[in-house]
């Protein structure tokens, strides 16, 4: 071998690999990326306070006070305390609370006696819920006082179901719809690039009729990707969801609304990138974020109280939210918020980006 060949070669592709956009931006910008968005979700005191719900008998207990006392002192809860004879799952829905702490109403006895359950709710997928769950126990019997004593767990499901799949299917179902963002954001400038838009604008195709044609062939074949994955998990892993015919038309709607407002942020992305090597740092700098920060892999509770803030903002928490509650909680009324939102904001940026489209001239 010779070493001077090995390193006017190892020099000449060091200056190609940085003369692309793309190398840079995976070898250093990407990283620093995730190591922001990681560092602050899961950095040394970046975590937000989880919210628990907890409920009692209505007695004045000082074992249940101490309890908590001791979850108020951990600083790692928002305790949020539910009336004696209000439906403690029907609060949590309504308040998007994870994790619920029920005290029956025999617990001041029961660790007299040295024994004691309480009910804990929670998702069967939730990660978090299942990782707080011996903290919370220990901050129970810390808040007893009871040295001897020791508290149990009766594991309840918020939604009814029972296994960790039933949990993620809305969180993949969310996962299939932002394909629109990577398929438009290279579509379009490769259309352009190839000079394809000048070549169907001789079929009198314009702009906004090739987007309708794209958007409908995204709504169709999602749809199908969607009903595969439904199908797989009734029919292989046994999913027990809310289905009814309300609610598989309203997630019909979800769906298309989502769809709609993906496949605009796409374009308008695509629009502003001139080749693929562009578009791939365009499409990954939307993608991951929004699939790091939506609720797609862990409660967006658990996250730092600013980046609480962005994730409100990002549409794929609105889509999963609103798969969320027709699929596990079949809470139909509190899905319009998140529809209205993707409709308004899809419309929105469908329109401009449409003007747009319209407008730029193709290269």
Known sequence: MNLKRILLYFRLHTKLFFRTRSGPFFLIIFPVILMLLFGSIFGSGGI??????????????????GSLAAFNASGLFSVSIVPAGENITSYMKANSIDIGVVFPANFTSSISNRSAVVQYYSEPGDQTASTLQPVILN????GTGSTTATVYTQEVSVSGLGKAVDYYIPALLGYTIINGIFSM????????????????????????EWLAATTLFYAVTTLISDLIIFGIGVSVFNVSLQVS???????????????LLFTAIGLLAGLYTKDEESASLVANTIFFPMLFLSGVFYPISVLPSYLQTVAYVLPLTYFNLALKDILLYNAFSQVLLEIVFMVLAGIGLFAFSSYLATRKQDE
Not at 186 to 206: C, G, H, M, T, W
């Open 48 to 65: 937000g306070k989880t919210s628990i719900a907890v409920q009692n008998d209505g007695s004045d207990s000082p074992y249940i006070q």
């Open 139 to 142: 901050l129970i019997l810390t």
């Open 185 to 208: 954001v290279y579509e379009v400038p490769n259309y352009r690039k190839d000079r394809i838009f000048r070549q169907l604008s001789f079929a009198n195709l314009s702009k906004p």
């Open 245 to 259: 015919i309300p609610g598989i038309l309203l997630s019909v709607v979800v769906i298309l609304s989502g769809l």
